[in-house]
């Protein structure tokens, strides 16, 4: 699925599809705490930055030698960053969740965490938002007992910059071992490129690869996948060694059949969604498209997407536009280093009619309220009556996003500036509304073979009720509702809900209904209601996989015998599967399912992703509660 965040994307996420959100991709302009400082502004009250110097050329802000080489000059700065109050807890359990770990923190200790990491076993970075919540944690983490084992608890230095501490390894002379291999290998034909062609290598990395090859490789990917998951039945579900063994001699090591991949019906052009970064180019001017490496790599060049294959001539034509339009601007660009400038980020969705949505994110640093409207003012004219007119933007939207990374929840409500609120996709006949942060498959002539086979697999009939998880704009069960009952959908994002409420309105059908909310709070209510009913769930999570709750409530529901699994990352969704095949457990109550049938399903021309359905159902009732 599709996360609604929208985020920066640099090369080595654009390929990807996936939701949080999104088959869609997308990689924060930081990266993960405990490894990198979190820096977002204060609050109003307590902010006190200055504004950058208005900038009328393409010039860079200037940074000082020791800012540039000092990758703890983040600190000094009046930007907010939890790192300062961070604490290193030690001796957790070998197993446990942080959902777990969260839970013990706020529920059982009443203490107020900030960001978690656990860089390995047995022990975790937590941030606090003042020393007075981390002096708290402390006293109360150290000596602690959880799970038998007594924690420990004690101050841990800030991370450092990775951008900075990249640029200090480079002036010292001292790459690293991973540089060093990639310079060996990759560095002397990376050199001769031109930025675009670079962009293109790292988005599309199989762009040069025959497509026949490209699909080979996928389906062997798939066959490791399934090798894999018969392994851990092996070691973990004795219960299953005689129906395992048969399944991985019927079907060469796997743990079920897995049939041809299917390919996607267009290879070129496919993509409808893609968010783009404002940043600098190799020669410092203003430029929008795709990072040619992450922060943490060191890397905050933005080069353009003018050679990406994946992406339609009409998203290339709003992003080049995007550029004109800020080379004139008096406002700069985002510098995600120094937490200056204020145009950050583009979000273009397509479809293969006409509409064309465009979103602009702006950081509005100290700016008045009248300079920031003027703005505004200038992009709607761009687009409206001006040069930009000419790309077909028919719907337009910008956004104020403050924090450090977009999609970090310090964003303000989208402002809806020019054309039309929404834009329509036809897909199977039927016709779809998608707002700005609602989730749509990326590959809408793929998503078509992919909703089919979900729907032929499904084995439903008139009597059948579909449990639609993680919906998005209900587009899986839409195009199921005319052969089934009923169709219930859920999902967290509140404007995906209304959109699927409008696409069973457009398309005339009655027998829907869509729940707002988390999966794991929504599915185990729904459940109940549907008890005795002949129910299919179709499941349709964001890469990590479905919450263990909703695992667990799916296992429960006798009536649900079948289980269509539709998965952007099944490395990440291993544990989804392990947990609906284990024997019943305290944990884990209700018959459990085995795997009959996979399939993958490519959405991801040039790129080495794809997805995998999974068909998973389970015998009548044992009887058991």
């Not at 993509?271 to 970064?277: G, Q, S, V, Y």
Request: aromatic share 8%; charged share 25%.
């Amino acid at each position: 699925m599709e996360s609604a965040n929208i985020d920066h994307m640099d090369v080595n996420s654009a390929n990807h599809g996936s939701r949080n959100l999104e088959h869609e991709c997308t990689t924060n302009a930081t990266d993960e705490p405990g490894n990198v400082p979190e820096i977002t502004q204060p609050s109003d009250a307590a902010a006190n930055v200055d504004n950058p110097p208005e900038q009328h050329d393409n010039e860079a802000v200037d940074t000082s030698t020791s800012e540039q080489l000092d990758p703890y000059f983040y600190l000094k700065r009046s930007e907010f960053t939890s790192e300062i109050f961070k604490i290193e807890v030690r001796n957790l359990p070998k197993f446990f969740g942080f959902g777990q770990f969260k839970k013990r923190l706020t529920n059982t200790l009443n203490l107020k965490p900030k960001k978690m990491k656990s860089p390995y076993a047995g022990m975790a970075f937590v941030t606090f938002s003042c020393e007075e919540d981390r002096a708290a944690a402390l006293e109360a983490l150290d000596g602690h007992m959880w799970k038998g084992k007594a924690l420990t608890a004690k101050k841990a230095n800030p991370a450092a910059d990775p951008l900075v501490k990249s640029r200090q390894t480079l002036e010292d002379g001292e790459p690293s071992s991973k540089k060093i291999k990639l310079d060996n290998v990759e560095d002397s034909q990376d050199s001769e490129m031109t930025v675009p062609e670079r962009i293109r290598k790292a988005v599309t990395p199989l762009w040069d690869v025959p497509y026949e090859d490209q699909l080979k490789n996928k389906q062997s990917d798939m066959i490791d996948v399934l090798k894999k998951l018969a392994k851990q039945l092996e070691r973990t579900c004795d219960d299953l060694d005689s129906w395992l063994r048969n399944q991985r001699k019927q079907f060469d090591g796997l743990c079920c059949e897995l049939q041809p991949i299917q390919p996607s019906p267009a290879t070129e052009h496919y993509r409808n969604k893609c968010e783009f970064t404002a940043g600098r180019g190799e020669t410092q001017s203003r430029s929008v498209g795709f990072r040619l490496g992450s922060y943490k790599d060191g890397s905050c060049t933005v080069g353009p997407p003018s050679e990406c294959s994946n992406l339609p001539q009409s998203m290339k034509d709003v992003v080049k536009s995007f550029d004109d339009f800020l080379q004139k601007s008096s406002c700069d660009i985002y510098n995600a280093e120094t937490q200056t400038g204020n145009w950050r980020q583009l979000t273009v969705r397509t479809c293969r009619g006409k509409d064309v949505m465009a979103l602009v994110g702006f950081h509005p640093q100290d700016l008045s309220e009248g300079t920031i409207n003027k703005e505004k003012q200038s992009l709607n004219e761009y687009y409206s009556t001006g040069p930009g007119k000419d790309v077909g933007v028919t719907s337009l939207y910008f956004q104020l996003q403050k924090g450090r990374a977009v999609g970090g929840g310090d964003e303000y409500p989208l402002e809806h500036l020019h054309g039309e609120k929404y834009i329509h996709e036809d897909l199977l006949g039927m016709r779809f509304r998608i707002s700005p942060d609602a989730f749509f498959q990326i590959n809408t002539a793929a998503a078509e073979v992919l909703y089919r086979t979900v729907s032929e697999w499904s084995g439903v009939t008139t009597d059948t009720t579909v449990l639609d998880v993680c919906c998005g704009t209900g587009t899986i069960g839409l195009t199921m509702a005319k052969h089934v009952h009923k169709v219930i959908g859920v999902e967290m994002v509140e404007q995906a809900i209304e959109d699927a409420k409008v696409n069973a309105q457009i398309n005339g059908l009655t027998n829907v209904e869509f729940h707002c909310g988390k999966a794991e709070d929504v599915v185990p209510d729904l459940m109940s209601r549907l008890y005795g009913k002949d129910v299919v769930a179709v499941v349709d999570p964001p890469r990590a996989g479905l919450h263990p709750r909703v695992i667990q409530t799916l296992r429960k529901c006798a009536n649900v015998r079948r289980l269509v699994y539709v998965s952007c990352n099944p490395q990440m969704a291993t544990n989804n599967f392990m947990d609906l095949m284990r024997p019943r457990s305290k944990r884990l109550k209700g018959d459990p399912f085995k795997p009959v049938k996979a399939v993958p399903v490519d959405l991801f021309p040039s790129t080495k992703h794809c997805e995998l359905v999974i068909l998973f159902e389970r015998e009548a009732p044992s009887g058991k509660e």
